[in-house]
């Protein structure tokens, strides 16, 4: 039973535009959550994090923001580089829980 | 550089054997989480150890099972191997263990597990 979910495989985006990465939860008594990205022949990295008592969370161009009530959360990265190609995973978990959940990944790929 | 290290990084192997998949963990990290990505699957929870005492379990099957070591590396062991068992095998490692709060997870390159 996957209790997250990352609808969207891949995702090309033109340098310079926002990408906007989507991830949905079906467990509400998730708490915390997190976004790594992942390089080929890389483990994940992590990039951002977000509480639920927040509904966004901001470091540099990356934006993380949590709609509780549909249990959906989305990483926004503006401007889109090149380096940011990648696939980016969303992980929940509950602070006092005892493992994180990930989604299957988005590979996104942003066009010089 | 994450500073996880696991060996090796490919491995290729019959149906039926066992292998040993190894973590040296960050220093100072005291928790050792293993994962299992499959094709087109998300990471999948495994096991969790802390300063040498398993913490958590997740999805692990019966016919595979760690241990971490006072020098605190961790090993995973796959026995009875099938072709499903192929995969990409993460290991991870924080200063804090699972229900004590949140902490973030570093993770290594993980290996690359074939069964032929």
């Known amino acids: 039973d996957q209790q997250v979910k990352q609808n969207s495989p891949s995702l090309s985006v033109q340098e310079g535009r926002i990408s906007i990465l989507n991830c949905d939860y079906t467990?509400?008594?998730?708490?915390?959550f997190l976004w790594y990205k992942k390089y080929p022949a890389e483990g994940p990295t992590f990039l951002i994090s977000?509480?639920?008592?927040?509904d966004k969370n901001e470091d540099g161009r990356f934006t993380v923001f949590l709609n509780k009530s549909a249990k959906h959360l989305s990483l926004h990265i503006v401007p889109s580089q090149p380096g940011d190609s990648a696939v980016y995973f969303c992980a929940a978990t509950r602070v006092w829980g005892n493992q994180f959940y990930f989604g299957t990944g988005t590979s996104l790929t942003v066009i010089p | 550089d994450s500073g996880v290290t696991q060996t090796p990084k490919h491995l290729i192997t019959a149906t039926g054997q066992r292998v040993t998949l190894r973590c040296s963990p960050r220093?100072?990290?005291?928790?050792v989480y293993w994962y299992q990505q499959s094709l087109d699957q998300g990471l999948q929870f495994l096991i969790q150890y802390y300063n040498g005492e398993e913490r958590a379990k997740g999805n692990i099957l019966e016919r595979f099972s760690a241990q971490q070591f006072p020098d605190l590396h961790s090993e995973l062991n796959l026995s009875s191997l099938e072709l499903g068992d192929s995969a990409l095998y993460f290991c991870?490692?924080?200063?804090?263990?699972?229900?004590?709060?949140?902490?973030?997870?570093?993770f290594g390159p993980g290996t690359r597990l074939t069964v032929l």
């Open positions: 977000i509480s639920s008592i927040k």
């Open positions: 467990n509400s008594m998730f708490d915390y």
């Open positions: 220093s100072g990290d005291l928790s």
């Open positions: 991870a490692s924080s200063v804090l263990s699972l229900g004590v709060g949140t902490d973030t997870q570093y």
